[in-house]
Every structure is written in structure tokens, then in C-alpha cells.
């Protein structure tokens, strides 16, 4: 499985941004996926994760109410909504795919998740 992550850029603290990571392998689709982020100097941490069928979504606390992890199978892609952009959201976003079938689970930690895409970069002015 190989993930290609778009949709990041510049915007002012306010606005919204959809990032798109796109899989290839039809088993992407029995995947739990979730995003990561990595600000300067900083740790990758956790943003969100969403079960293999959708059904179920996990965000970290910073992001609840303005960010939405969702997916479309049909189309091999999982997406993150980005509303009321803040500064400290300002980072390279990752997503990520567990290897792990039919998986019920929304794990949190990158150790957990075996697929990781190139990043893009979300830069939010104030």
C-alpha cells in the first residue's frame, strides 16, 4: 500500500483546508487510517483515525469540533476537514493506514500503523 497525502498550503487563521490522502492496493479499504502532524521542532503526534468502514472516528483533544477524519472506499482515499484554522495547527500533516484487516480498533500511536504517506505542509498566518 502506498499513500499520497495533498491538499495542504497557506491560509489565514479562520479558514479551512481539506487534505486527501490517496492509496493504491484494494486493501486500503479494510484499513483503520489516521493523520499525524509534525510541527517545527516538535514530535509527530496523533490528530484523528477512523475505523476501516467509517463508522467510527477518534480525534485528539486539541482538534475536536474543527477537524473531521472521514473516507470514501469506493475511491481508495481518506480525508481530513480542517475548519477555524489556528496558528499552532501550523505543521507537515501525515496520514497513515494500520496493516491490519477488518481492524474495529482506532489506534493513536505511529508505532501502530504500518503504511505512511510523504506529508503535506498546512501553514496557517494570523
Known amino acids: 500500500v502506498q499513500l499520497q497525502a495533498s491538499g495542504g498550503g497557506l491560509v489565514q487563521a479562520g479558514g479551512s483546508l481539506r487534505l486527501s490522502c490517496a492509496a493504491s492496493?484494494?486493501?486500503?479499504?479494510?484499513?483503520?487510517a489516521g493523520w499525524f502532524r509534525q510541527a517545527p521542532g516538535k514530535e509527530r503526534e496523533f490528530v484523528a483515525a477512523?475505523?476501516?468502514?467509517?463508522?467510527?472516528?477518534y480525534y485528539t483533544d486539541s482538534v475536536k469540533g474543527r477537524f473531521t477524519i472521514s473516507r470514501n472506499n469506493a475511491k481508495n482515499t481518506v480525508y481530513l476537514q480542517l475548519n477555524v484554522l489556528k496558528p499552532e495547527d501550523t505543521a507537515v500533516y501525515y496520514c497513515?493506514?494500520?496493516?491490519?484487516?477488518?481492524?474495529?480498533?482506532?489506534?493513536?500511536?505511529?508505532?501502530?500503523?504500518?503504511?505512511w504517506g510523504q506529508g503535506t505542509q498546512v501553514t496557517v498566518s494570523s
Open positions: 497513515a493506514a494500520q496493516g491490519l484487516r477488518y481492524s474495529i480498533t482506532l489506534p493513536q500511536s505511529q508505532a501502530s500503523y504500518d503504511y
Open positions: 492496493g484494494r486493501a486500503f479499504a479494510s484499513y483503520a
Open positions: 477512523i475505523t476501516w468502514s467509517g463508522s467510527s472516528t
